[in-house]
């Protein structure tokens, strides 16, 4: 039996060309020309630049954006507490030290605008925290419309401070106030809640209690959310009641979720403003001060009266009071977790 050895036919005229057979191993490539070499290190010069340098030209705008308008801001004010300036000469300073923050601590307008700061942080910060853990934990259940209920609870959050502020005066209205008018049904006297010191800062006290406490409900219930359910199947299968499963477990584990909304909700008590200014359109607080707060101080004493320094004072004592209050925040959390041993 013979094998047929058939030769392979030319390529016809006009086919493809051959391809280039490739050169065989141990071969050695021909070495770059100097123009390849400079372009190859050019690029990789250009590569270890932007593996370098990238990521902070990406983060730069929001630095740049904070020394803009936050740390200058801030370093001048600081400067500006150290001199004797008006509003309307600005740039006429004459120093003085600490002279403005030394005439606060004899000034009694400050120390009543401290006491009211306090006074309405605490009415409004703590049933609004309280009514947000108990609005997210019925949330958190299933419920029909949970979604709506979840959209409509965020609304107050969304609305004008201006509009809400003068809704709730006209519901607070001494003469013709829907809330004076409910009260005089039900065979009580009518209330003239801007005069009294109580009553104003318990209506100031509300407006921030309606647009805040849809916010941190939403807060809860996200942090809710992200417990774990086996924790509430243990507990059930143990025969825990809903309650106990919420002191247990939900609130346990809520815990740096309740610290953040504190120490947010402190500082804006501590920096209140818009809420007391429009509920009267006064900033000095009522006729006696009873509901002025240390932003509305403030600015009586730079828009108002044209003390730059003395403002500025007290936006630094502002600012140092906040710092205070995170400090305190932050050694009772550490205390409470060395306590239920979360920390060695």
């Known amino acids: 039996m013979t094998t ?17 057979t490739p050169p065989a191993s141990g071969t050695a490539r021909p070495a770059p020309g100097p123009k390849e070499q400079r372009r190859a290190e050019r690029r990789s010069r250009r590569y270890r630049w932007d593996l370098k340098y990238s990521p902070y030209a990406f983060i730069s705008p929001f630095f740049l954006f904070f020394a803009a308008f936050g740390l200058f801001p801030l370093l001048y004010t600081g ?14 300073m004459e120093w003085v030290g600490f002279e403005n923050f030394t005439r606060l601590w ?19 910060t703590v049933p609004q925290l309280l009514m947000a ?14 979604m709506f209920f979840r959209v409509a609870i965020l609304t107050p959050y969304a609305t004008s401070i201006a509009a809400a502020t003068l809704v709730f005066a006209m519901l607070y209205g001494r003469d013709y106030g829907v809330i004076n008018w409910a009260l005089d049904l039900i065979g009580i006297d009518r209330v003239d809640w801007q ?15 309606w647009r805040w406490t849809g916010y941190n409900t939403l807060i809860y219930l ?9 924790l509430y199947e243990s507990a059930a299968l143990d025969g825990a009641s809903r309650w ?31 809420e007391p200014l429009l509920f009267a359109g006064d900033p000095s607080g009522g006729t006696q001060n009873q509901y002025q707060t240390l932003g509305l101080y403030m600015y009586e004493m730079g828009w108002i009266n044209r003390h730059l320094g003395r403002a500025a004072a007290i936006a630094w004592t ?15 959390t550490r205390w409470v977790s060395r306590s239920s041993g979360e920390e060695e």
Do not use: C
């Open 4 to 20: 047929e050895h058939r030769e392979a036919a030319p390529p016809a005229k006009g086919g493809a060309a051959p391809r280039p």
């Open 79 to 92: 400067w500006s507490a150290l001199h004797s300036a008006s509003m309307l000469t600005p740039n006429e």
């Open 106 to 124: 004899e000034d009694e307008f400050f120390w009543k605008a401290l006491r009211n700061t306090f006074t309405i942080g605490i009415i409004s």
């Open 133 to 146: 853990l108990g609005l997210a934990h019925l949330l958190n259940y299933r419920l029909r419309g949970s």
């Open 195 to 209: 005069a009294g010191t109580w009553s104003s800062q318990f209506a100031v006290s509300t407006i921030v209690i």
């Open 222 to 230: 996200a942090a809710m959310q992200a417990v774990p359910n086996d």
């Open 244 to 274: 106990k499963q919420f002191i247990h477990i939900t609130l346990p584990s809520l815990r740096p979720t309740i610290l953040f909304t504190v120490v947010v909700s402190t500082i804006g008590a501590t920096q209140l403003f818009g």
């Open 318 to 332: 502002m600012f140092l009071l906040l710092i205070i209050i995170g400090i305190i925040y932050w050694v009772v």
